[in-house]
């Protein structure tokens, strides 16, 4: 009950999966009388919102792991009903996931969409925490924009709220032209390279 529901209200429901809970429990988000893999839809659909009614018996999230988070999803995905709740629960369980998971290395991911106009995502992965900055070429090698991403956690940088962006315009915000464009990644001595197109 901190008026935030986070992560640690998470792991609250999830040890209690599958009990049966007295009336107005918190963990039973629904009120059904038992927790189940919708009451931890329920509160992953709200992560990062304010309430007055979210539980916070735990104080640490030390014991949330990724492979507790991918069960949540399977046992989520089994019980799917289709609704908008299950899915925008399901998204908010894989960001969370990707959020949790270390890479045995990093890389440089293919952008998406590709080709595109005019934005594209641009994925990557770090195995450890480093400077990031993504520099985007044209076929000839001139700079055409340079992002600073910061410094970045270890971890998958995947989804479109995680993954760096480019919106298809240079350094002073015009739009570039149509054609083949090369994104470099550099985090800390990783550095690689990769193609993408843009076609208007």
Known sequence: RDGQVSILDMILVAQQLGKRVPTNASVDVNGDGIVSVLDLILVSKHLGESTAAAPSLVTSADRLT??????????????????????????????????????????????????????????????????????????????????????????????????AYWDGRNAVGEPVASGVYFYTLTAGNFRATRKMLIRK
Do not use: C, H
Not at 82 to 102: D, H, P
Not at 135 to 157: E, H, M, N, P, S
């Open 66 to 163: 990724s492979a507790m988070v991918q069960a949540w999803i399977t046992r989520a995905q089994l019980e799917d009903d289709g609704s908008l709740v299950f899915r925008e629960g399901i998204a908010k369980l894989q960001a969370l996931l990707e959020f949790l998971t270390v890479p045995d290395q990093t890389a440089l991911l293919a952008n998406y969409p590709n080709p595109f106009n005019p934005e594209t995502w641009i994925p990557y992965q770090l195995s450890t925490p480093a400077d990031v900055t993504l520099t985007i070429y044209t076929a000839k090698g001139t700079v055409v924009r340079r992002l600073a991403l910061g410094y970045q956690a270890a971890g998958v940088y995947q989804s479109r709220s995680r993954a």
